[in-house]
């Protein structure tokens, strides 16, 4: 399908350069709406065509597609999610001002939420992902409206499978497109089972057996779950929490407030879920407020200035920024503590201030000075305490461990409801500005591929997710109507699954006791691992060297696979022999260190990606202008 934006009078002599995005989700959105943006200043009368390549519709990609369930959530509020730039974002380009998703759904979007049956979420909702899907489509056509005639814009609802060194990209259909310019916004990639994953699927299979590896709840077959069956679920993540959704209302069972406490009531073809992970606790919900003066602050300790002077090169994650991340988080949270809520400390902020500036959260001078200076436990911070709530916590049975993540579950609904907290949320803020930082020293190099791979990609990445990125509250406290009415156990910490003749029999260290079932669910993504890949187009690249990967060794042995895509500091794809591709452009979740990849932007909050997305387009543009080459026809 071809679209052309507000038709002018396109140049008869000048040869129209050609742009190929793979990928058309919300990445690619953002980087065509900075290109709409700058594209009078700096693209002049010069005609282009993009072409945007990918199996489903433009604008939500395959995640935030149409076609799923209506039950599944975002785990954002409708106001902390925008597509558009403001007045807060640091960029070259001009801003141009569009709708957050709070707006749009009472505005543009009023009509088309009313069309497809959807009710409009208020502010503070956490909106279905279906209303999100017809956001990002709407952004989609106006993002194209709004590029000058010169510019065409044709979509192709299929995959790249190939990409020469000359800039041909092949499609599956074997249509072939000669590109100036590529831009690979991926998204989340699917990838291989391991061989640990294989042999549960075989074994399974042998026996009778239902194994589910991981994957995208929404994707997966959940039909050999049968009804009043055990099932030990690994992963207490988002993926988990769609899984609950989807077996539960999912398969027609209902909620009421009506005796005042959420009750669940099952159609009766729910299984019963025991369920644990490393941590053995669900994510923290989100936060259910906001407050005056917590907006997101440059980092004061993790800067780059701080990295420069720690010396050139590649530095020690554990050693030398791992400490840093530590004092930067402690450092939000206590001082958001004693500025708020100064009724709740013995000290000034100067004296406490001078002791944290001078130490780091484990010495014991801090966590003396913590003790006195901030006399409620609730009111401090640490870092190891809140990674792993249960670590070295034992339990007589299963009965007491129920109780214990049940308790947990219900101060975190009360905590992150209450701005008397607000400590939280500036903890919230700081972790989204670190994770800007370490973006850019990855693509500076500052980091080693064993760092960049264990450390951020998997550790620090699990650690953000578990207390940044959990659920909406209503969906834990439906966990907890669900553990009621007996549908949902809890199978504890570090929870390891092993095969006794005919099922699966789960166990976690800290309490005693098996769980058996016919059935075991790994409800988690897949690890990120490029080596691994099943897009043909990221193989085939990898195997010509136009994308770099290796795989890591750790130093204990152990295969930490490929990790994520290379790119430099412009995002510019890294060869395998190390050298930079001018052409090849990578963004989104699936490159390391892209700005941006932990969600989507809220609106007044400088997001690191608008950022990105606008200093890509810009190159773009410059590229397409100053380029040597006559430009070449899209086929």
Same mark, same amino acid.
């Given at each position: 399908?071809?679209?052309?934006?507000?038709?002018?009078?396109?140049?008869?002599?000048?040869?129209?350069?050609?742009?190929?995005?793979?990928?058309?989700?919300?990445?690619?959105?953002?980087?065509?709406?900075?290109?709409?943006?700058?594209?009078?200043?700096?693209?002049?009368?010069?005609?282009?065509?993009?072409?945007?390549?990918?199996?489903?519709?433009?604008?939500?990609?395959?995640?935030?597609?149409?076609?799923?369930?209506?039950?599944?959530?975002?785990?954002?509020?409708?106001?902390?999610?925008?597509?558009?730039?403001?007045?807060?974002?640091?960029?070259?380009?001009?801003?141009?001002?569009?709708?957050?998703?709070?707006?749009?759904?009472?505005?543009?979007?009023?009509?088309?939420?009313?069309?497809?049956?959807?009710?409009?979420?208020?502010?503070?909702?956490?909106?279905?992902?279906?209303?999100?899907?017809?956001?990002?489509?709407?952004?989609?056509?106006?993002?194209?409206?709004?590029?000058?005639?010169?510019?065409?814009?044709?979509?192709?609802?299929?995959?790249?499978?190939?990409?020469?060194?000359?800039?041909?990209?092949?499609?599956?259909?074997?249509?072939?497109?000669?590109?100036?310019?590529?831009?690979?916004?991926?998204?989340?990639?699917?990838?291989?089972?391991?061989?640990?994953?294989?042999?549960?699927?075989?074994?399974?299979?042998?026996?009778?057996?239902?194994?589910?590896?991981?994957?995208?709840?929404?994707?997966?077959?959940?039909?050999?779950?049968?009804?009043?069956?055990?099932?030990?679920?690994?992963?207490?993540?988002?993926?988990?929490?769609?899984?609950?959704?989807?077996?539960?209302?999912?398969?027609?069972?209902?909620?009421?407030?009506?005796?005042?406490?959420?009750?669940?009531?099952?159609?009766?073809?729910?299984?019963?879920?025991?369920?644990?992970?490393?941590?053995?606790?669900?994510?923290?919900?989100?936060?259910?407020?906001?407050?005056?003066?917590?907006?997101?602050?440059?980092?004061?300790?993790?800067?780059?200035?701080?990295?420069?002077?720690?010396?050139?090169?590649?530095?020690?994650?554990?050693?030398?920024?791992?400490?840093?991340?530590?004092?930067?988080?402690?450092?939000?949270?206590?001082?958001?503590?004693?500025?708020?809520?100064?009724?709740?400390?013995?000290?000034?902020?100067?004296?406490?201030?001078?002791?944290?500036?001078?130490?780091?959260?484990?010495?014991?001078?801090? %966590? /003396? @000075?913590?003790? =006195?200076?901030? *006399?409620?436990? #609730?009111?401090?911070?640490? +870092?190891?305490? $809140?990674?792993?709530? &249960?670590?070295?916590?034992?339990?007589?049975?299963?009965?007491?461990?129920?109780?214990?993540?049940?308790?947990?579950?219900?101060?975190?609904?009360? %905590? /992150? @409801?209450?701005? =008397?907290?607000? *400590?939280?949320? #500036?903890?919230?803020?700081? +972790?989204?500005? $670190?994770?800007?930082? &370490?973006?850019?020293?990855?693509?500076?190099?500052?980091?080693?591929?064993?760092?960049?791979?264990?450390?951020?990609?998997?550790?620090?990445?699990?650690?953000?997710?578990?207390?940044?990125?959990? *659920?909406?509250?209503?969906?834990?406290?439906? +966990?907890?109507?669900?553990?009621?009415?007996?549908?949902?156990?809890?199978?504890?910490?570090?929870?390891?699954?092993?095969?006794?003749?005919?099922?699966?029999?789960?166990?976690?260290?800290?309490?005693?006791?098996?769980?058996?079932?016919?059935?075991?669910?790994?409800?988690?993504?897949?690890?990120?691992?490029?080596?691994?890949?099943?897009?043909?187009?990221?193989?085939?690249?990898?195997?010509?060297?136009?994308?770099?990967?290796?795989?890591?060794?750790?130093?204990?042995?152990?295969?930490?696979?490929?990790?994520?895509?290379?790119?430099?500091?412009?995002?510019?794809?890294?060869?395998?022999?190390?050298?930079?591709?001018?052409?090849?452009?990578?963004?989104?979740?699936?490159?390391?260190?892209?700005?941006?990849?932990?969600?989507?932007?809220?609106?007044?909050?400088?997001?690191?990606?608008?950022?990105?997305?606008?200093?890509?387009?810009?190159?773009?543009?410059?590229?397409?202008?100053?380029?040597?080459?006559?430009?070449?026809?899209?086929?």
């Amino acid at each position: 399908m071809t679209t052309t934006a507000p038709l002018d009078v396109l140049s008869s002599t000048a040869t129209p350069a050609t742009v190929v995005f793979v990928g058309g989700g919300p990445r690619a959105v953002g980087v065509l709406e900075r290109f709409a943006a700058s594209a009078d200043e700096l693209l002049g009368s010069r005609p282009v065509r993009v072409h945007v390549v990918d199996p489903y519709p433009a604008g939500g990609g395959r995640i935030w597609r149409r076609a799923q369930s209506r039950l599944l959530w975002m785990n954002s509020m409708a106001s902390d999610v925008t597509i558009f730039t403001d007045e807060s974002v640091e960029c070259e380009g001009p801003v141009v001002a569009g709708p957050a998703l709070d707006q749009w759904v009472v505005g543009a979007g009023a009509t088309v939420l009313e069309e497809a049956g959807i009710e409009p979420p208020g502010a503070m909702d956490f909106p279905p992902r279906l209303v999100q899907a017809e956001y990002l489509a709407w952004v989609w056509d106006r993002v194209v409206k709004s590029l000058p005639g010169t510019v065409t814009v044709e979509t192709h609802l299929e995959r790249a499978v190939d990409l020469s060194e000359e800039h041909v990209v092949r499609l599956e259909s074997g249509q072939e497109i000669q590109a100036d310019l590529v831009v690979l916004a991926l998204g989340y990639l699917d990838r291989r089972p391991t061989e640990e994953e294989v042999a549960w699927g075989n074994v399974a299979e042998e026996r009778g057996l239902t194994y589910l590896g991981p994957g995208y709840t929404a994707d997966v077959d959940l039909s050999d779950l049968k009804p009043g069956e055990n099932v030990i679920v690994r992963g207490l993540g988002q993926a988990f929490i769609d899984l609950l959704v989807l077996l539960t209302e999912g398969r027609g069972g209902w909620y009421d407030e009506c005796s005042g406490l959420l009750t669940y009531h099952p159609s009766g073809d729910e299984p019963i879920l025991y369920a644990g992970s490393r941590r053995g606790v669900p994510y923290h919900a989100k936060l259910g407020y906001t407050v005056a003066g917590t907006t997101p602050v440059p980092t004061r300790y993790l800067t780059k200035e701080a990295l420069e002077q720690l010396g050139d090169g590649v530095l020690d994650y554990t050693q030398q920024i791992r400490p840093l991340i530590d004092k930067e988080l402690t450092y939000a949270h206590y001082r958001q503590l004693f500025a708020a809520h100064p009724e709740r400390t013995t000290w000034t902020w100067e004296e406490f201030f001078t002791v944290l500036d001078r130490t780091v959260p484990t010495d014991e001078a801090f %966590r /003396r @000075a913590a003790a =006195q200076a901030v *006399p409620a436990e #609730a009111d401090h911070f640490d +870092l190891a305490a $809140v990674d792993r709530p &249960l670590a070295g916590v034992g339990f007589t049975g299963r009965a007491q461990l129920d109780q214990t993540v049940v308790q947990l579950i219900e101060n975190d609904l009360l %905590r /992150r @409801a209450d701005p =008397q907290h607000s *400590p939280d949320l #500036a903890v919230f803020n700081a +972790l989204l500005s $670190v994770y800007s930082v &370490l973006s850019v020293a990855i693509t500076e190099g500052r980091l080693s591929d064993e760092d960049r791979v264990r450390h951020v990609e998997t550790d620090w990445h699990g650690f953000f997710s578990f207390v940044a990125s959990g *659920p909406p509250p209503r969906r834990l406290e439906e +966990l907890l109507a669900l553990h009621r009415a007996g549908l949902i156990r809890f199978a504890g910490p570090d929870l390891t699954v092993a095969l006794d003749n005919d099922q699966f029999v789960g166990s976690s260290p800290a309490v005693p006791g098996e769980i058996r079932a016919r059935a075991f669910v790994e409800a988690r993504l897949p690890r990120p691992d490029v080596l691994a890949s099943t897009d043909p187009l990221l193989t085939g690249l990898l195997d010509t060297g136009l994308l770099a990967a290796d795989e890591l060794i750790a130093g204990d042995g152990t295969s930490l696979g490929g990790g994520q895509l290379k790119a430099d500091s412009q995002c510019r794809a890294i060869r395998a022999d190390g050298s930079v591709h001018d052409e090849l452009f990578l963004l989104g979740p699936s490159v390391s260190g892209s700005a941006g990849s932990s969600g989507f932007s809220r609106p007044y909050f400088n997001g690191p990606g608008f950022r990105q997305n606008d200093a890509v387009a810009r190159r773009l543009l410059q590229l397409l202008t100053t380029s040597t080459k006559a430009g070449h026809h899209g086929s």
